[in-house]
Every structure is written in C-alpha cells, then in structure tokens.
C-alpha cells in the first residue's frame, strides 16, 4: 500500500491540506498529517484548528511513496522556511518519487531547483517563484513526479491527480462517483 505525508504548516489553506487527504483515505491510502511547527496543532489560514497525527520530529519519511505541500500563505512560506523539509523534498526527488504541491506552495519547489525543466501550474502571481519551470496557468499540472495545483478550487482535482499518479487511474472513478465530482463537473459545463 502506498504511503503518503501531508506537511501542515501554520497559515495554510484548508481545503488543499484536508481534501487531498479526504479522498487519499477513501481510496485506502495511507495518509499522515505532519505538523511542522513542532506542536500538532496547526492554525489554518483561516483561523481553523487542525490536529496533525504526528509531528515532524516523529517521522523518518524514507517509506513515503508521496509527499503533499499544501499552499495558503503565509502557510507557504513556513513550509519553505522549515529546513528539515527542504531536505526532505530534495531527498525524495533525487529518488524520483512523487510530490505534489498546490495553490502557493510550488514556490517551496521552485526555490529548491526541483521544478526546473519541468511543467508547473500555481496559484495566478507565484509564477515567478517556479525557478526554472514552464508556468502552465492549468488546474493540475502533472510533469514526472511532480504534481502542481493551482489553487483552492482545485483542491478536489488535485486529490484525484496525486491518487492516480500513487494508485493508478483505475482507483480515481469510483472514488470520484462516490463523491459526486464528475456530475459536478457536468453541471458547471452546462
């Protein structure tokens, strides 16, 4: 079974750090929150309490098949300033395994050179922290291991990208009808 963290940083934004994790668990996923703030509360970017299943200090990280960055600010940037994690993600990639990172925080990744050469999508005015990367304006940008969202809206496309790129696309329709998504999307087309 795949295994996958969650990095909770002070500021974030919610629905990027909850919903990936939401339809991770459906799909039977091994999901756990990390807190990087040394405690295992985290203080949303709307004033949400969220309790973390462990802190960073707990974790080793080397049986993780993915890792999630969500964005929100200053949720972002306290991921990026969290230096045990920068060493993490530059780990991880050097193996080539998977890391997703949405709304502001593919900043964390442009900032570490892991994106360059690589497509990327982000929230609209953190382009330019994409070093290196070929900003697409997309929903979900999926280019080798790594997958960008670009925003709170995206959150639910972005949880079915990171649950196919860790479990296949045969795994993401059921969990998708099961969630209503796809008569979502229909209704908005018409």
Known sequence: MAKVYVFLANGLEEIEAITPVDVLRRAGIEVITVSITGSEFVKSAHNI??????????????????LVLPGGM???????EHQGLRNILIEHNLRHKKIGAICAAPLVLGGLGLLKGKKATCYPGFEKYLTGAEYTADIVTVDSNIIT?????????FAYALLEQIAGSKHVAPIREGMMYDHLVDVIKN
């Open 149 to 157: 969202g670009e925003g709170p809206a995206a959150a639910f496309a």
């Open 49 to 66: 309490i969220i309790k973390a299943d462990k802190i960073f200090a707990e974790c080793k990280f080397d049986d993780a098949d993915l």
């Open 74 to 80: 200053p949720g972002a940037t306290n991921l990026n």
